[in-house]
């Protein structure tokens, strides 16, 4: 089971920046798939950024051109940088860790991100 632990939510203001970061406590972390995701109240949870072990990046339509997922393996921590922040941007992001598409996912507590407009 991997230990993930994310950071670096809170208020901004509307066209701001916030960046969050998840620290794995897990052996092996660049083998591993990295994702963020949220949930906005009253919303089920969506997929932001993945940043696989082989070095590929995707995200969600709603967020490309403003966010950018990155990784340090020698720190075991993954980012999200998230630029240009917008009200519907607001919810908890959870940093999520797998380490085969049939593994079982590892979450992290969340953090919340609050964009006031």
């Known amino acids: 089971q991997v230990q993930l632990v994310e950071s670096g939510g809170g208020l901004v203001q509307v066209g701001g920046s916030l960046r969050l970061s998840c620290a794995a406590s897990?052996?092996?972390?660049?083998?591993?798939?990295m994702s963020w995701y949220r949930q906005a109240p009253g919303k089920p949870r969506e997929l932001v950024a993945t940043?696989?072990?082989?070095?590929?990046?995707n995200y969600a339509d709603s967020v490309k051109g403003r966010f950018i997922i990155s990784r340090d393996n020698a720190k075991n921590t993954v980012y999200l940088q998230m630029n240009s922040l917008k009200p519907e941007d607001t919810g908890l992001y959870y940093c999520?860790?797998?380490?085969?598409?049939?593994?079982?996912?590892?979450w992290g507590q969340g953090t919340q991100v609050t964009v006031s407009s």
């Open positions: 940043f696989t072990s082989g070095g590929r990046l």
């Open positions: 897990v052996s092996g972390f660049s083998a591993y798939t």
């Open positions: 999520n860790a797998k380490v085969a598409p049939s593994s079982r996912d590892s």
